[in-house]
């Protein structure tokens, strides 16, 4: 499995962005997809996962303010995020099945 992410910026505080990620390969074995995120020094952390099925989980800090979602052929995966706060800059990775894709800045600003 191959993923790329894209869709990083700089964006004001309040502001919103939306993350892809496109997976290819065998894709047919990927049963979560989820996006992490870490700050340079911090561990990375979960922010938000999706089941094949369509379950949705997130991590309390983002809860109402980011939605995780996939296409119907669960080949990119998405990541809305709304109302955006400076402790939100971060380098956003997705991960699916153990695979991971490079990372994408997101820098909000104050």
């Known amino acids: 499995v191959q993923l790329q992410a894209s869709g990083g910026g700089l964006v004001p505080a309040g502001g919103s962005l939306r993350l892809s990620c496109a997976a290819s390969?065998?894709?047919?074995?990927?049963?979560?997809m989820a996006w992490y995120r870490q700050v340079p020094g911090k561990q990375r952390e979960l922010v938000a996962w999706i089941t094949r099925l369509g379950t949705t989980n997130y991590v309390d800090s983002v809860k109402g303010r980011f939605t995780i979602s996939t296409d119907n052929a669960q080949n990119t995966m998405y990541l809305q995020m709304n109302n955006l706060k400076t402790e939100d800059t971060a380098v956003y990775y997705c991960?699916?099945?153990?695979?991971w894709g490079q990372g994408t800045l997101v820098t909000v600003s104050s």
């Open positions: 991960s699916a099945s153990g695979y």
């Open positions: 390969g065998s894709t047919r074995s990927i049963n979560v």
